[in-house]
């Protein structure tokens, strides 16, 4: 995947020759996030041969960027203690789940674990199996029965939200119907195939790791991560509180855990009000070239559910407001 991306930058800049040397940032959801560290990296594998690629940073929000243990599984007990009312599901469902937990070594996996500066690397408990154990599948099944419950925005919510990239969060399957394929002259205007139908998410399962096919590439946290931050000029991840698929402390997990700028982790944890417009949307931390930021109240898909926080997000990756500008 990054060798492709890697290629069609450099049609694209061989294309619109105007463009060379521009400052680039790359920023995804979700699955992006084990690509984009990918396509970094390989950008600047080719630094000097670079085809007017000058890319300064990127940014991954509710990314996949570590493991499922970490990113789903380590966090999920703590996160349902903490969140069951909100996914309307009762107290005693919680303690129908804690023994479980308990049995499989993650009920205090986050207390034990979470901390500023981290006390060294932090592994997987001799008695989860990999293979057959989950605590999120449980937390699932019990969260999925409140009516329009979804793992992409906790809080039950049966008013459906428009999604202009044609994937509302009541459909299993992207539509047709998006601004791509519905806005005249614009596939001619991008240079793209204007007889395919393009739709934001493929219908074909790419995670097929455990078979050996597909995507099966150490994820970004253990490999080349560390080395895409010291190169970028500024590295955010972001993660939205009401997000199920990939959970918060998942991430904030999986930075604990990695090496990068010669320090592990964070020394301190995250606390820096996202403030604006006289109200706080979450909290930030940046240390050695990395920023991480909690989103408040925001599902899986930050833009779409707290759009005024990504625009913002969004500056301060590009360097047009600093962290300081937030805490106001």
């Not at 991954?60 to 703590?78: H, R, Y």
């Not at 293979?131 to 699932?140: N, R």
């Not at 020394?267 to 949307?281: E, I, M, R, Y």
Request: glycine share 8%; with cysteine; aromatic share 12%.
């Amino acid at each position: 995947m990054a060798r492709e991306f890697y290629g069609f930058l450099q049609q694209f800049y061989s294309t619109f020759e105007e463009l060379k040397g521009k400052r680039l940032w790359i920023t995804g959801e979700s699955y992006a996030g084990m690509y984009i560290p990918y396509i970094a990296h390989e950008i600047y594998n080719h630094a000097a041969n670079a085809s007017g690629i000058n890319l300064q940073g990127i940014a991954i929000n509710d990314p996949s960027f570590t493991t499922d243990f970490l990113g789903e599984e380590a966090p999920a007990f703590e996160y349902f203690e903490k969140y069951h009312s909100v996914m309307g599901v009762n107290a005693s469902d919680v303690e129908k789940v804690r023994a479980k937990a308990k049995k499989l070594g993650v009920e205090t996996y986050v207390a034990d674990n979470l901390n500023y500066p981290p006390k060294g690397h932090i592994s997987v408990p001799s008695q989860f199996n990999l293979s057959s154990d989950s605590i999120w599948e449980p937390i699932y099944e019990l969260a999925s029965t409140s009516p329009c419950f979804s793992i992409y925005e906790i809080k039950p919510n049966c008013s459906l939200t428009v999604d202009q990239l044609g994937m509302p969060l009541n459909t299993q399957e992207a539509s047709k119907h998006n601004f791509i394929n519905d806005t005249p002259g614009l596939k001619e205007a991008i240079h793209v195939n204007t007889s395919a139908t393009w739709v934001e998410c493929t219908d074909t399962n790419v995670f097929q790791a455990s078979k050996r096919q597909g995507d099966y590439s150490t994820p970004p946290d253990r490999s080349v991560l560390p080395g895409v931050i010291e190169k970028n000029q500024r590295t955010v991840i972001q993660h939205g509180t009401y997000d199920f698929v990939l959970i918060a402390n998942g991430s904030a997990l999986a930075i604990q855990n990695m090496t990068w700028n010669g320090a592990m982790g964070f020394n301190n944890k995250p606390s820096t009000p996202l403030k604006f417009d006289g109200k706080t949307h979450g909290v930030m931390g940046e240390e050695r070239g990395l920023t991480f930021v909690l989103v408040d109240g925001s599902g899986h898909m930050i833009p779409q559910f707290k759009p005024k926080t990504a625009y913002k997000l969004q500056q301060y990756l590009l360097g047009q407001i600093t962290k300081d500008d937030f805490d106001q």
